[in-house]
């Protein structure tokens, strides 16, 4: 069996055979004719939503646990679309492995994005001193350089290889753009890039490989705390200890009201940045997915997508091309 194309698949009612990866442990339900099994698969193309609702199929999946399985499925719309498992086994082909399902960001898109935001913070003032002990720190053999390839979330937003750091890139490059408009905040250049770049570092011990670690439940914030108290003494002679401080006010309070609440105005701004950052990304990342003409987000029911490709397009030198609006003197 092949793996199966389940963005193919996607059609109501339509019958596929493949090999799928279930990542993450499913959970189990009580609906009125008893127990239903509710999990994911994960696949290149992101995450698709599947249901199996005899006790005599999903008990394959809870004897087994997270894994790669041959299936024959649905496609079935109730509340959304899900496939609906019709039968599954344990795949036993030596020649597929976890990493022909993860989705990864492209390397040479994170890479762009990196030269892009540490060429503007440069030019904002970081200093020199401060990429070199980021570097050091996010090259730690402990961390076997999974800064660079875990992702930043299991669910939600950059849930893919490379994630974290693509995620924490954005944010720096938001970052350039605040402290062009505040100029007062240039005198914490160097906190704010460095109080970025490990605000989620913990995250490499959270999870792994977009699913929970063996340890996830010690949370990314106080694993980042730990981790970043190898560097304390470093830390302290490049700058004092006040700076050191900061940073673990951020990394502890980067959630806002959903964490610890933040204790210093850097943890306030970073949250702010990290909240604008993983929330336009989440619903971007969302309507990409679903490509429908309306879906549903969080409590806010019904929302439209972006017009994107249904603009009518405008001659050049008409009155009315959009360029006209951003180039009148
Ligand atoms: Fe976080
Ligand atoms: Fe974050």
């Known amino acids: 069996m092949s793996i199966l194309d389940l963005k193919q698949a996607q059609e109501k009612g339509k019958v596929s055979q493949g090999t799928v990866f279930i990542n993450v442990l499913p959970s189990i339900r009580t609906g009125k004719n008893g127990e239903f099994m509710v999990g994911q698969f994960l696949s290149q193309d992101g995450q698709f939503d599947f249901r199996i609702w005899e ?3 999903f008990s394959t999946v809870q004897a087994n646990g997270t894994g790669i399985y041959d299936v024959e499925v649905i496609g079935a719309e109730y509340n959304g679309f899900y496939f609906t498992v019709r039968k599954i086994e344990v795949c036993h082909n030596p020649e597929i492995s976890k990493y ?13 994005n990196w030269k892009r935001a540490v060429r503007k913070l440069n030019a904002l003032g970081v200093s020199k001193d401060c990429w070199n002990l ?25 849930n893919k290889i490379g994630g974290l750091v693509n995620h924490t890139i954005k944010m ?25 770049m490990v605000h989620d570092i913990g995250k ?9 670690a063996k340890f996830w439940y010690a949370n990314h914030r106080v694993r980042g705390i730990e981790f970043i108290a190898n560097y304390k003494d470093a830390i302290i002679e490049l700058f004092d200890e006040t700076f050191y401080r900061q940073v673990q006010s951020v990394i502890s309070g ?23 950052e993983s929330q336009t990304t989440g619903i971007l990342q969302h309507m990409e997915n679903l490509k429908d003409d309306n879906f549903k ?11 994107i490709g ?14 006209a609006y951003f180039t009148t003197e």
């Open 254 to 276: 980067h959630h806002g009201d959903y964490g610890d609440r933040p204790t210093t105005v850097a943890a306030a701004i970073v949250h702010y940045i990290d909240t604008l």
């Open 204 to 212: 490499v011990f959270e999870y792994e490989d977009l699913a929970p």
């Open 310 to 323: 249904r603009f009518k397009s405008v001659p050049e030198d008409s009155p009315e091309a959009l360029e």
């Open 134 to 158: 980021l570097e050091e720190i996010i090259k730690d053999p402990e961390i076997k350089g999974r800064f660079t390839t875990e992702g930043a979330a299991i669910y939600y937003h950059d």
């Open 55 to 57: 006790e005599e199929i």
């Open 100 to 112: 022909d399902f993860l989705p990864s960001i492209p390397r040479e898109q994170i890479n762009q």
């Open 297 to 307: 987000f969080g409590d806010w029911g019904f929302i439209e997508p972006l017009p």
């Open 172 to 196: 720096l490059n938001i970052l350039a753009a605040m402290l062009e408009n505040n100029p007062e905040l240039l005198e914490c250049a160097d906190l704010l890039t460095f109080s970025i």
